[in-house]
């Protein structure tokens, strides 16, 4: 792993900030579009519970951060669908979806570094599954 260190966390410091961003556009769909309180808080919960994983198995932030290189990242530029919204239910399931793959890339990358990480993000990753399903009909 050692080659690929610096590579691996950068896939982790992505992945963190796509989950996040991802379920705050979530939180603040179910908080402003739905006013919601229940859902609201159930969003934020998860989004939380990201970032307490991490501490909690000592993911060590700084070098995670330390090996971010926005400016040369290829996935900078939108793509078309990222581009194309028609409703609030879309970014709504969008962001979903983002929050999902960048749980799954989490706990498949954070094998490398820690297998208890990786069970957390798992754990989060079903319970997002749940959460999803609840709140697709409000939308």
Do not use: W
């Not at 739905?34 to 060590?60: G, M, Y």
């Not at 208890?116 to 990753?125: E, G, P």
């Amino acid at each position: 792993m050692r080659k690929n260190q610096d590579k691996i966390y950068s896939v982790i410091d992505a992945n963190l900030n796509r989950v996040k961003e991802g379920l705050r556009v979530c939180e603040d769909t179910a908080r402003f579009i739905l006013r919601n309180a229940r859902l609201t808080k159930k969003i934020k919960r998860l989004r939380h519970a990201i970032t307490q994983a991490a501490i909690l198995e000592n993911l060590d932030t700084v070098k995670v951060l330390k090996f971010r290189d926005s400016s040369s990242d290829l996935g900078r530029a939108p793509d078309y669908l990222e581009k194309k919204r028609n409703s609030v239910a879309d970014i709504f399931l969008a962001n979903f979806q983002r929050a999902k793959e960048g749980l799954r890339v989490l706990e498949e990358f954070t094998k490398l570094i820690d297998v208890k990480l990786s069970d957390r993000f798992k754990k989060i990753r079903f319970r997002l599954y749940s959460l999803e399903k609840e709140i697709i009909s409000s939308v």
